[in-house]
């Protein structure tokens, strides 16, 4: 007889677990965090002019010229994590979404761009 109650009880804890509301699981597709414009600006002022200058046209050993690159802002980000030639992969030394607002910063160095405005 216990045994049934017990079994009972686990069924109607089942049930009851079933019906209640069900919990979101499914995790954010984009980075939840989007730092402002002037955050990519800070870090580039710190990380990056020192080869590519104030307005990305500097060239030290030849860094390409961010006011002419044709990258789109996927392929900078991807540049900026991984590295290419001499410049260094940033990964560790900046998350997520450090690299993506330094990526939207050297955006702004191409005049036509006017998707976001630094505020
Ligand atoms: C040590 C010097 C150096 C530093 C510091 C540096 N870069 Fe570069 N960067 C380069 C060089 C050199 C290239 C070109 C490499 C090649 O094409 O072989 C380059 C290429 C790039 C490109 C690709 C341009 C194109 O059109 O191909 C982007 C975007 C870029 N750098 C962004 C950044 C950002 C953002 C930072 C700071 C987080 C940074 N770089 C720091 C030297 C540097």
Aim: glycine share 6%; aromatic share 6%.
């Amino acid at each position: 007889m216990l045994r049934v109650i017990s079994l009972l009880v686990l069924v109607a804890v089942f049930f009851i677990h079933a019906c209640g509301p069900s919990v979101e699981r499914e995790p954010p597709e984009r980075p939840v965090e989007v730092l402002p414009l002037s955050a990519g600006k800070a870090l580039y002022e710190l990380h990056c002019v020192i080869c590519h200058g104030n307005d990305g046209k500097l060239g030290l050993n030849d860094a390409g010229d961010l006011s002419v690159s044709e990258l789109t802002l996927e392929e900078r980000k991807a540049v900026i994590r991984d590295g290419v030639g001499v410049m260094i992969a940033y990964r560790r030394i900046l998350s997520p979404a450090e690299i993506d607002a330094v990526a939207r910063y050297t955006m702004k160095f191409k005049e036509e761009d006017t998707s976001e405005k630094l505020e």
